[in-house]
């Protein structure tokens, strides 16, 4: 890759650890990809300076190269990720519905792979067309991500998740698994998962954790999954037929 590119990458990266650091802090976690936070190790303050100190590096960077078309996709997602952290904060014990849910993981997380995508296309001068087919493969990328994400606090073994399991639900946090579940569970269920929602205990891990693996939730979320990434491969499809497309 040339030069232009890899500091590209080195610019997004930025962007995407000072999102971690920051998304630490709020959600008081104390693991990330099997390894404590830095927030588990030196609190709050150096996280959320050393994340500030990023973003900003992140943006000199980018005006060092004058490319404004960049400059807009770029601060436009940063602006969307802390849409989508507010919208998280203020729907937080809330049973928001599905339409909410994609919302909020559009601006936390499909934003800045739509973007990161987008910025390369727009780098290399592609057409118009191909600019878009890029944003649209990165913004599903994102969404198919993140699904995976939110299915695997429910579903996935705790040694390979590199966080503790139902940490979701212990914040207080309702993603697409247990919205499905509820969706499918009899009235004393959906009583429980309200209750677990509003007032999150330790005690209630275990029994969601149970209802949404014996409920159809986990199809119906990777059902989404691929339809999410059938329609990456589509905008795929619109790029020229070569080895990186491959």
Wanted: net charge negative.
């Amino acid at each position: 890759p040339s030069s232009e590119t890899t500091e590209l990458a080195a610019i997004i990266e930025f962007v995407h650890t000072a999102t971690l650091l920051h998304d630490d802090v709020i959600d008081k976690s104390e693991q990330r990809r099997g390894n404590a936070t830095a927030n588990a190790i030196w609190d709050n303050q150096a996280p959320v300076l050393v994340g500030d100190f990023l973003y900003s590096r992140a943006f000199q960077l980018l005006t060092q190269r004058g490319n404004i078309a960049i400059m807009q996709t770029l601060s436009s997602a940063t602006n969307l990720i802390a849409e989508g952290e507010i919208m998280q904060l203020a729907n937080k014990n809330t049973l928001i519905d599905e339409a909410t849910y994609f919302d909020i993981i559009f601006r936390k997380t499909a934003a800045l792979f739509a973007s990161a995508a987008q910025s390369t296309a727009l780098l290399h001068h592609v057409p118009d067309a191909q600019q878009q087919a890029c944003y649209q493969f990165g913004n599903h990328v994102g969404l198919a991500f993140q699904l995976v994400d939110d299915l695997l606090d429910y579903v996935g073994q705790q040694d390979e998740l590199g966080k503790n399991q139902g940490d979701d639900i212990a914040e207080g946090k309702v993603t697409l698994p247990l919205l499905y579940a509820h969706h499918s569970a009899n009235k004393e269920e959906q009583q429980l998962i309200q209750e677990a929602i509003a007032s999150p205990s330790p005690a209630h891990i275990q029994p969601i954790l149970t209802l949404v693996q014996c409920s159809q939730a986990k199809a119906r979320t990777e059902e989404k999954i691929k339809y999410h990434n059938r329609q990456a491969l589509a905008a795929l499809s619109q790029l020229p037929n070569n080895p990186y497309r491959q």
